[in-house]
């Protein structure tokens, strides 16, 4: 492949001690490139979404080492894991997942705030300009309650965007949504996969969402089929 | 930029659950507020009652006091060792109330460091004369200036002034009860007889009223010289003298130097008035254990919607970890909304605390000790307005503490999961 590694696991093992011991994940190692729109299927309860916790840094409770950017980021504090996922990983969730009360300008605003590397006039600006690429820069102002649930999965895809990540990770972000707005959702991911040349990690249960992206990696019982 | 985010996100939390959170607020407001009121009017009135006594005590008393030699002749005499000496029935010798040099002495004891003033004062036994009837009385020669300045005879002179005593020769302030059995009044001439047959007449400037009515009964002032005069003493006769000190603590150390410097009994304050500081202490006890009991009341409050609201919060917590906030800056959200609730509830509660208690302060409250006291006494001291705000904070940062780092320890991967 030649290209740089963004995020890469080396046999991860995770175990859920309740309700009864049980590994979730056995000795998994993955690599994404940069520039990979990467999807990962697999039936429910096999593991995908743990790993993507795994993948993201929330969860910290498990074996073996993650790399980000040919970083080990394993064994980190949490405040700097917390500001790891600021700076380089955004996330798209199955349930939108938006500040209800706030606009939907400070919700995809707040990140970049956090990050606080750009002053909050440049950040309106940026944020505006994304969510007028994703077709929703006229309900800026609304609050993120007030909006449907096509347009808050876009919000959320716009939210992941602020900081321009080195990757994004989605938890069948397609999942909650019909048809049109999947597709109206899939092609936003392809499209910035193809012209921007961002990293995607999508987890899916949707056969022809897998379909379109560069690599599926399908999941059963804890372990990667080849 | 950073600090302002989480200002931010908090004040956003405050304005879209604004009933709650001034519900909470409202905990916080009456908590301070009856705190305050009631801080102000118990000190006022402690104050009050304290003032009573303490104001007319003075800190240190000089006197003679009439007793057996403490040291017998027979005790200089050395014991066998077998055997001790023992006197029976042993009496006073006669001993004059005079005061030894006292304007020398007085005016050694005012250099004192310590010492903020020092009174002379005669007192005397005396009848009251109005025809036919003899009044049994106690006179009081005073420095008129120094004895209405630390220790504000005026405050219990009604009606008349203590300023015409200081002016005329012949003027006296009789007790309130003497004037009424004599049936005389401002202007009225009174008869005065000494023990010793020597007769004054003085003319009645103003009566005296402590609101004891043994006191009241008997007692009456008048000026040095006059007091002097009527016992036939020279100007430098003194039977008391009264110190005042910058230091109250002062009292008992200096007291027991001042009996062995000068061989001259002396009463401190502490000795004199015991109860009085019980009385206060248990006062004061007792109204911070009720305020600060309103206080954690509120405080239970704050922690109670604080909970509520982090329960309801779960997604937006686990959205700001997602999106890269850390704990510590969750946590801070939280307690930022917490102590912002608590500032609010707080300074409208020290504000309705000074409504109430000038209200109070208002009302007619009137008592026969204090004739110059017509309304409620309230002290008004800022340290308790401090002392409120404080608390306040204080109680609500611990309220929001705990809820706040429940918000900082809660794991985002659970609430993902669950859905």
């Not at chain 1, 921007?196 to 056969?207: M, P, Q």
């Not at chain 2, 049994?136 to 005879?153: H, T």
């Not at chain 2, 009606?159 to 005593?165: C, F, H, N, R, T």
Request: net charge neutral.
């Amino acid at each position: 492949m030649g290209r740089k590694s963004v995020i890469r696991a080396e046999s991860i093992n995770k175990f859920f001690q309740q309700p009864v011991p049980f590994q979730v994940l056995k000795n998994i190692s993955l690599d994404v490139a940069s520039g990979e729109f990467v999807s990962v299927m697999g039936k429910s309860g096999c593991g995908k979404s743990t790993l993507l916790y795994i993948l993201s840094t929330m969860d910290t409770d498990y074996t073996g080492k993650l790399y980000l950017n040919d970083q080990l980021i394993t064994g980190l504090q949490a405040e700097q894991l917390a500001a790891i996922r600021n700076e380089h990983i955004g996330f798209v969730f199955q349930f939108h997942f938006l500040l209800p009360e706030f606009s939907v300008l400070d919700n995809v605003s707040l990140p970049a705030k956090k990050l606080g590397r750009k002053n909050s006039e440049v950040i309106r600006e940026d944020a505006l300009e994304i969510l007028r690429m994703l077709d929703i820069g006229h309900i800026a102002e609304k609050k993120a309650y007030r909006i449907s649930g096509g347009e808050k999965q876009r919000v959320a895809i716009a939210r992941s965007l602020i900081n321009s990540p080195s990757i994004i990770m989605g938890d069948e972000p397609t999942g909650n949504l019909d048809s049109k707005n999947s597709a109206n959702v899939l092609s936003i991911f392809r499209n910035l996969a193809t012209t921007e040349g961002l990293t995607l990690l999508i987890v899916t249960h949707d056969k022809d969402f897998a379909r379109q992206t560069d690599r599926t990696i399908t999941m059963e019982d804890g372990i990667i089929l080849p | 930029m950073y600090k302002k985010l989480l200002w931010f996100i908090a004040g956003m939390h405050i304005i879209t659950r604004l009933k709650q959170s001034i519900v909470a607020g409202l905990g916080v407001t009456f908590g301070i507020a009856t705190f305050i009121t009631l801080i102000s009017f118990m000190t006022g009135l402690n104050g009050l009652l304290d003032g009573l006594t303490l104001d007319r005590t003075p800190h240190i008393h000089l006197y003679n006091e009439t007793g057996p030699t403490k040291v017998q002749p027979l005790d200089l005499v050395a014991g066998t060792p077998t055997d001790w000496h023992l006197i029976r029935s042993v009496k006073p010798k006669p001993q004059q109330s005079r005061i030894h040099a006292a304007p020398t002495l007085i005016k050694a004891i005012s250099t004192f460091p310590e010492v903020a003033a020092v009174a002379p004062q005669v007192s005397t036994q005396a009848f009251y004369t109005a025809g036919a009837i003899d009044l049994n009385g106690l006179i009081a020669g005073i420095d008129v200036e120094q004895e209405e300045r630390w220790y504000k005879l005026g405050d219990y002179v009604s009606p008349g002034s203590i300023v015409a005593l200081s002016q005329n020769d012949n003027a006296i302030i009789v007790g309130a009860g003497v004037a009424k059995k004599l049936s005389v009044g401002i202007g009225n001439k009174i008869q005065l007889v000494s023990p010793r047959g020597n007769s004054l007449s003085l003319k009645i400037v103003g009566t005296y009223q402590s609101g004891l009515a043994e006191v009241d009964d008997v007692q009456s002032y008048v000026n040095l010289k006059t007091a002097q005069r009527l016992i036939g003493e020279p100007d430098s006769y003194i039977t008391d003298i009264n110190i005042k000190l910058h230091d109250l603590e002062q009292a008992f150390p200096l007291a027991q130097r001042l009996e062995r410097l000068y061989d001259i009994k002396a009463v401190d304050i502490g000795t004199a008035n015991a109860q009085f500081d019980t009385g206060t202490s248990i006062r004061n006890i007792i109204t911070y254990a009720v305020s600060i009991t309103l206080l954690i009341v509120a405080g239970f409050g704050i922690y109670n919607i604080l909970n509520m609201f982090i329960q309801e919060k779960m997604n937006d917590i686990a959205i700001l970890k997602a999106t890269g906030f850390s704990g510590a800056d969750v946590m801070k959200i939280f307690i930022i909304q917490a102590m912002t609730i608590g500032l609010a509830g707080g300074t409208v509660g020290l504000l309705l605390g000074w409504i109430f208690s000038y209200t109070i302060s208002r009302i007619p409250f009137e008592i026969e000790a204090l004739p110059t006291v017509t309304t409620y006494p309230i002290n008004f001291n800022l340290t308790y307005y401090f002392i409120g705000i404080a608390f306040a904070l204080i109680a609500t940062f611990f309220a929001g503490y705990l809820p706040a780092s429940r918000a900082r320890k809660m794991d985002p991967v659970d609430v993902l999961r669950r859905q």
